[in-house]
């Protein structure tokens, strides 16, 4: 383990007492990430520690900082002014300014106690375990089972019933009655082509597929009247 030395400066504080929110959480700042190292990591959580117990203790590397919880809040603000400023000092190296701040109170954790769980980042049901990418790991007892074929029908029971009866049963001239309430009471059913009457019989024999319909033939548009020309 390499000689470290950790000096404490005090800082001068313009905060007033009245103006400071209790916490029981600091953030040690400008950390260098090659300081993230277990032998220097240990020595100052040990030199953080003779503040009070220690609760929680998170180092970030990426973010250049570490996040302190103490159980006191007492505790928590004994640190902060003695180690604010603090000087770290490495052999063969230059001396390390770290800053501590006050931040947001964090609850405390207890791995004995029974509600440590609401803690934590909870996964999902199980229900909805398996939609997330990647799935969650599988329940202790699970086990792989036969999935079922396709279905093989692709409509209900019930609409295929409905569309058996929706079968030709009557031809009235252009109507074609599909499915007729009895009694007048009920649902009724046809299909009518409204391109053809019965006087369009003779032309619609005549009629080849991809030509204008003879039906729509005798439908031309009306002219209507220009709109008003700008004289020049």
């Known amino acids: 383990m390499p000689d470290i030395s950790i000096l404490t400066q005090r800082a001068n504080s313009f905060a007033s007492p009245k103006s400071i929110q209790p916490t029981n959480s600091l953030v040690i700042t400008q950390v260098p990430r090659t300081f993230f190292q277990p032998s220097i990591i240990n020595a100052l959580r040990d030199h953080f520690a003779t503040y009070g117990e220690i609760n929680q203790w998170v180092p970030i590397a990426s973010f250049s900082r570490i996040i302190l919880v103490y159980y006191s809040e007492e505790s928590a603000e004994l640190a902060k002014n003695a180690c604010d400023p603090l000087v770290l000092t490495l052999p063969h190296r230059i001396p390390t300014i770290l800053r501590v701040y006050r931040s947001e109170p964090n609850p405390i954790f207890s791995p004995s106690s029974p509600t440590a769980d609401e803690n934590l980042l909870r996964p999902p049901p199980i229900e909805k375990n398996f939609l997330i990418s990647p799935p969650g790991s599988p329940p202790i007892g699970w086990e792989q089972i036969r999935e079922e074929p396709p279905n093989a029908t692709p409509l209900a029971n019930d609409l295929i019933a409905a569309l058996h009866k929706l079968k030709l049963q009557e031809r009235r001239s252009s109507r074609e009655v599909l499915l007729e309430p009895e009694d007048g009471v ?24 991809g030509c204008p319909s003879p039906a729509r033939l005798r439908w031309k548009p009306v002219a209507t009247a220009m709109p008003p020309a700008r004289v020049r």
Request: hydrophobic share 30%; with cysteine; charged share 40%.
């Open 186 to 209: 009920g649902v009724g059913v046809y299909v009518e082509d409204c391109d053809m009457n019965d006087d369009d019989d003779a032309e619609g024999a005549d009629w080849e597929y």
